[in-house]
């Protein structure tokens, strides 16, 4: 059977350097020079290699076409930080990259991937490997492709550091990793980072004001949460810091404690970056039915005058997001779980909370029936726990409200999302108002609403949330 070898890979992330190393150290391995595309399938010899950049948009009809012909097709796809490619330069001091093309091509080689179309086997290998660690590669090679080599006084690749860290580059990835949050994703996969402390390393030297409206000015993203207002029904905190953004999270009942039901600041990661993060508690578990919103309007002005502002929220957080949204001039309006309704009279199955919910005498917001304006877009995401759903049934089927339900039925379903490595992508999508099929998860449409085939993640013990928790 003829073997073919498709090098392949945007320039910069080592396949040339790759493509030397074969034509030095795999004999029985006929590697073409320079940048020779694999279609037309060439057809001659044994074992061939080849290497082109444009193959990797080609890859799928390079696969059928090795399909058809008999020949084993094994992908070699080279990649590197997508951090440093988004900071490289062309001699004209143009960016390469952006983060769309990153996405894409992390998207083309898994979707190849899931669709087995490759007769032999898909590789990929890191820039910063080839250079720094051969012998890795040569081990790679050898175990995934069967190949033999014999190891020589290969050059030394063309990475040799990390460029991404320096200073005039912060601006650059801030605004690449917000406008394209996949990106974080495709980090994640790729083993470069697994979550965001880079990021907020990379904001922390930074400092910026925002006005408060009370003559106090706040620091940066990092210099801590401070109180704005508190009294007896209400809490509003910050976490400032620079950007165009506002993001009002609204907190849940909280996380049980010695019997305690303890509420503190959620979704805190948000902050680097995409502006002023503020905290509004319900104090006494209301449902807002005790908050006076006129004064959360007030308090909150500041800060979300002349910024897009997205409110955000679990459980009964994201109830408030979505009865808030409209009042706050919220642009996006984002809730895990939510309950359409906690009053007896609209959702009597309701038992849930019910140490909270029997001490609420005026029901003010009976429910969320007309809470939706149309100028927000509303993301809902639900677990399938039999309580969820009849809340799920409640809920309007409108234009510019997406409902998402999960496969996992832990009423905690931000928690889930987290253990998937998911959590923040998938609100940095709904921020940008990311279509369905773009999201960072898998769905398909299913009578009005998206089903998302996502369970439970496997995950080391961590402490649970009681059943009134909304972490």
């Excluded at 444009?54 to 076409?65: N, Y």
């Excluded at 900071?87 to 080689?109: C, K, Q, S, W």
């Excluded at 005039?168 to 990106?183: G, N, T, V």
Aim: hydrophobic residues 40%; charged residues 20%.
């Amino acid at each position: 059977m003829q073997r073919h070898i498709v090098i392949t890979g945007l320039p910069g992330t080592g396949s040339e350097e790759l493509q030397a190393m074969l034509a030095l150290e795999a004999p029985d391995l006929t590697v073409h020079p320079g940048d020779t595309a694999a279609l037309p399938l060439p057809g001659q010899g044994e074992a061939i290699c080849t290497r082109s950049p444009g193959d990797l948009f080609a890859s799928p009809d390079i696969a059928l076409a090795a399909g058809r012909e008999g020949i084993r097709l094994d992908l070699i796809v080279t990649i590197r930080d997508p951090r440093d490619l988004l900071v490289m330069r062309d001699p004209g001091g143009e960016h390469v990259y952006d983060g769309e093309t990153l996405v894409l091509v992390h998207a083309i080689t898994t979707e190849l991937d899931r669709a087995g179309i490759v007769t032999g086997e898909i590789v990929i290998l890191r820039a910063e490997d080839i250079a720094a660690s051969p012998e890795t590669v040569r081990a790679t090679l050898r175990d995934r492709l069967g190949l033999s080599l014999h190891p020589a006084d290969t050059p030394a690749g063309a990475v040799t550091e990390s460029i991404w860290q320096r200073a005039e580059h912060r601006d650059r990835l801030i605004d690449a990793f917000r406008s394209h949050p996949a990106l974080h994703e495709v980090m994640r996969a790729q083993g470069y980072a697994e979550g965001l402390d880079w990021l907020v390393k990379l904001m922390t030297p930074a400092r910026a004001t925002a006005p408060t409206g009370a003559g106090r000015t706040y620091g940066a993203w990092g210099d801590g949460i401070r109180t704005l207002h508190d009294d007896e029904a209400m809490k509003v905190t910050l976490l400032d810091g620079p950007g165009d953004h506002a993001i009002i999270t609204f907190i849940g009942v909280g996380m049980e404690t010695g019997g305690i039901d303890q509420q503190s600041e959620e979704f805190r990661k948000l902050g680097p970056g995409l502006g002023p993060q503020i905290f509004v508690f319900d104090k006494a578990r209301s449902w807002g039915n005790a908050l006076d919103f006129d004064l959360l309007e007030q308090v909150t002005a500041p800060f979300r005058t002349g910024r897009e502002v997205t409110a955000l929220g679990l459980s009964m957080g994201g109830f408030l997001a979505f009865h808030a949204a409209g009042l706050l001039g919220a642009s996006r309006a984002i809730a895990f779980a939510p309950q359409f309704s906690m009053c007896p009279d609209v959702v009597p199955f309701e038992r849930r909370w019910s140490g909270y919910t029997r001490q609420i005498t005026d029901w003010r917001i009976p429910s969320l029936q007309d809470a939706f304006v149309p100028g927000c877009r509303y993301t809902a995401i639900f677990p399938n726990d039999p309580a969820d759903r009849k809340h799920v049934a409640l809920f309007p089927r409108r234009d510019n409200l997406r409902i998402f339900l999960l496969d996992a039925a832990r009423h905690n379903v931000a928690g889930t999302l987290k253990d998937h490595g998911l959590l923040y992508p998938t609100i940095w999508a709904c921020i940008r108002d990311t279509a369905p099929d773009d999201m960072p998860f898998p769905c398909r449409p299913d009578n009005g609403i998206w089903r998302v085939p996502l369970g439970e993640a496997p995950a080391p013990a961590k402490p649970q949330a009681s059943s009134s928790a909304s972490q």
